[in-house]
């Protein structure tokens, strides 16, 4: 797969249940980040996790990492209907100075009411 | 709260004209980006942009694409020749000095080659 590939593609659920994404990369990372984008705008950070890392918080949301399997998953507890979004994993590269972001496709979640 | 800005939010062109697009990012910050998503795909990277020259480029950024920041507040996207698969939306990030690399982007210019 592709760097970055967040499955499912789509999800849909009602408001207040509990939504997991998932991605995975494939090469080192010094970082992961998961970034959201609400229909025709630009991308919000979310919540970055260190390469060091296996799992944070920050609200309601919970990233967790897996380097051996070079993959997170990023969960959205007690979702409301603002929550719909695409939601991006975005890595960087480790090797080198590289800095630009590498974005997965995302998933697209729908919250339903 | 402060923000990237970018303009146009949308820009129609004819094929084969030049297009700049325009942004001005976060005033405290010092590294500048373009990334593009076509229409249903994902965000992809174009170009960095430190110290008055580009850091790092993908392929994407041929030679028809040229950045520049032409004073202390703005960041430009200069495309010279629009191909009709140059239509995408275009972000424009900046962040602050640090390892962490989180990038506040701005809503986007959506470019249509016709």
């Known amino acids: 797969s592709q760097q970055g590939e967040e499955d499912p593609q789509a999800l849909s659920i009602q408001e207040g249940e509990n939504a997991t994404m998932n991605c995975s990369y494939k090469?080192?990372?010094?970082?992961l980040q998961w970034y959201r984008q609400n229909s025709g705008r630009g991308l919000v950070h979310l919540i970055l996790i260190r390469s060091n890392e296996r799992e944070k918080h920050s609200g309601r949301l919970r990233v967790t990492l897996d380097t051996s399997k070079k993959s997170s998953s990023l969960l959205i507890t007690a979702s409301r209907a603002a929550d719909t979004a695409s939601y991006f994993c975005?890595?960087?590269?480790?090797?080198?100075?590289?800095?630009?972001?590498?974005f997965g496709k995302g998933t697209h979640l729908i919250i339903q009411p | 709260e402060p923000e990237v800005t970018q303009t146009p939010s949308h820009q129609v062109t004819q094929m084969g004209q030049e297009v700049i697009l325009r942004c001005v990012p976060i005033s405290n910050h010092l590294y500048f980006y373009w990334y593009r998503q076509i229409l249903g795909q994902k965000v992809e990277f174009l170009v960095s942009?430190?110290?008055?020259?580009?850091?790092?480029k993908s392929e994407i950024f041929d030679d028809q694409f040229s950045v520049e920041r032409p004073d202390g507040s703005n960041f430009t996207l200069k495309i010279r020749s629009t191909k009709l698969e140059d239509s995408a939306m275009y972000f424009c990030a900046s962040r602050v000095r640090g390892p962490q690399n989180i990038q506040y982007f701005g809503a986007g210019t959506r470019l249509s080659v016709l």
């Open positions: 975005a890595s960087m590269y480790s090797g080198g100075g590289a800095d630009g972001l590498t």
């Open positions: 090469t080192s990372i010094n970082n």
């Open positions: 942009f430190y110290n008055n020259e580009i850091s790092e």
